[in-house]
């Protein structure tokens, strides 16, 4: 079964300080996605970036930042110079594709999330 | 930009009632899915449908859901006898055939079983 760790409930920092977010997930099959979505105060959830799971390419855009590493199962996102507007809870979610009648199941599994307070 | 819309924002009801959450895919998409967040808590798989059956559902989508997509446009769950734990953010999110794994999620409808 897929499963997805945020192992850090609630992380505070200051503005302008870089921050981390720790995500790790299990799963039994070769191919799959990572994704972290952000959900400001207002509650949708807003898509940052998705990653499957042959490309191991970090990609940065803007104050945004992604690490992932296959040999530990981690897809961590860092914000470098944080602004209060980061200020949200953020949730890294895994699919997996499931075959089914001829067509496919990519239905989420999310982590906790972490709320990331952001101080001026 | 195309997106998937909900309705109603919000719905208050009263336990046992019955109520219909209204969903309205991107109009090419084929892969159709609802989820719930509990207040606080994490986003839960509650069931996915697609060619116009469910591809799979979680041990929370009991005999007390189901879905339909009755015109080819709108997307319903239905809670036939709502309970007080039913209470939560239900999101929609449905993704195309050529890009099945990206979801692209409406903005919820927050219900309240009192």
């Known amino acids: 079964a897929q499963k997805v760790t945020q192992a850090q409930t609630e992380i505070s920092v200051v503005e302008k300080e870089d921050v981390t977010l720790d995500c790790v997930y299990e799963?039994?099959?070769?191919?799959?996605?990572l994704f972290w979505y952000k959900q400001p105060p207002s509650g949708e959830l807003v898509f940052l970036i998705r990653?499957?799971?042959?490309?191991?390419q970090n990609e940065i855009s803007g104050r945004y930042s992604w690490n992932f590493q296959k040999s530990t199962s981690s897809f961590n996102f860092t914000i470098t110079a944080s602004q209060v507007v980061d200020s949200a809870v953020y949730f890294c979610?895994?699919?997996?594709?499931?075959?089914?009648?001829?067509?496919?199941?990519?239905?989420?599994?999310f982590g906790k999330g972490t709320l990331l307070t952001v101080n001026p | 930009e195309p997106e998937v819309t909900q309705t109603p924002s919000h719905q208050v009801t009263q336990m046992g009632q019955e109520v219909i959450l209204r969903c309205v895919p991107i109009?090419?998409?084929?892969?159709f899915y609802w989820y719930r967040q509990i207040l606080g808590q994490k986003v839960e798989f509650l069931v996915s449908?697609?060619?116009?059956?469910?591809?799979?559902k979680s041990e929370i989508f009991d005999d007390q859901f189901s879905v339909e997509r009755p015109d080819g446009s709108n997307f319903t769950l239905k809670i036939r006898s709502t309970k007080l734990e039913d209470s939560a953010m239900y999101f929609c999110?449905?993704?195309?055939?050529?890009?099945?794994?990206?979801?692209?999620f409406g903005p919820g409808t927050r219900l309240t079983v009192t």
């Open positions: 990653r499957n799971s042959f490309d191991e």
């Open positions: 109009s090419n998409h084929l892969y």
């Open positions: 449908f697609y060619n116009n059956e469910i591809s799979e």
């Open positions: 799963t039994r099959d070769t191919t799959y996605y």
């Open positions: 979610a895994l699919s997996e594709a499931r075959g089914h009648s001829g067509g496919s199941n990519y239905k989420l599994t």
């Open positions: 999110a449905s993704s195309e055939a050529d890009r099945p794994y990206e979801q692209y």
